[in-house]
């Protein structure tokens, strides 16, 4: 639902879309600023909660989309960018594991805000929406999203669960239910590098259908230059 805007830019102070740097460039900083720290602790590990496992196509040539800026573009682009960054860092970070979650369909009052809000693609077009939405859309969504409670709980195991080891750390680790008891590490989004892509109901996933050809033309590391780049031209505003 963070796409949920007109077809233009609202840029930050520092000329970036907005959306784009809560999705994307907003949480890198984070991790970026916060490696030295991670490295030193115990246990390391970044949970981002957004869209692990739904990445598609990327717009290669166009990495901040300043000419291919549009809804679907932002949300495509901040997905696959999310992961294959992460990758990136966990190469250079083999202490500390990475998760990108996709936490599905949750009880919230994002829908209702958006109608609400200042955002109004037309207004004929906005009191159909607010309509369709309040009488049918919400009561539906209700019904099938999951409860903010069992998302905390989720984000919770994530954040907690052996089940996740870094690339350093053997991928079988103990449970805590009893000597000798094991459960097994799951799935990496490429074997053994320590970054998950963690679907709504809780599975990894790995296929190479989308990030396989992309890894192939080293895009993990031009996102991540990229990245930095982006972050040196806006602290020297």
């Not at 809560?22 to 390391?44: D, E, K, T, W």
């Not at 598609?56 to 040539?61: D, P, S």
């Not at 907690?160 to 000597?179: D, F, I, K, M, N």
Request: charged share 20%; aromatic share 10%.
């Amino acid at each position: 639902m963070m796409g949920l805007r007109p077809r233009r830019h609202t840029d930050t102070d520092e000329g970036l879309d907005k959306c784009f740097a809560l999705s994307y460039y907003g949480r890198m900083r984070f991790i970026h600023n916060l490696l030295p720290l991670l490295n030193q602790a115990v246990a390391p590990r970044v949970v981002s909660v957004l869209a692990g496992g739904q990445e598609r196509r990327l717009i290669t040539n166009d990495l901040g989309l300043k000419e291919h800026f549009s809804l679907l573009n932002v949300i495509d682009q901040t997905t696959t960018m999310h992961t294959l960054a992460l990758e990136y860092v966990a190469e250079t970070n083999p202490s500390i594991s990475f998760l990108h979650v996709y936490p599905g369909w949750v009880q919230t009052d994002i829908m209702e805000n958006f109608f609400n809000s200042k955002y109004r693609l037309s207004s004929t077009l906005y009191q159909i929406l607010s309509v369709l939405a309040r009488w049918l859309f919400l009561p539906i969504f209700s019904l099938v999203a999951m409860s903010a409670e069992e998302a905390r709980e989720r984000q919770l195991f994530h954040t907690t669960s052996l089940r996740y080891p870094s690339a350093r750390t053997p991928q079988s680790q103990s449970s805590g239910q009893g000597e000798g008891h094991y459960e097994p590490a799951f799935e990496c989004s490429v074997p053994g590098n320590g970054v998950y892509r963690v679907t709504a109901k809780g599975e990894t996933v790995s296929d190479t259908k989308v990030l396989g050809p992309l890894r192939e033309a080293h895009m993990p590391e031009r996102i991540w230059n990229h990245t930095i780049e982006v972050f040196n031209e806006a602290v020297a505003l």
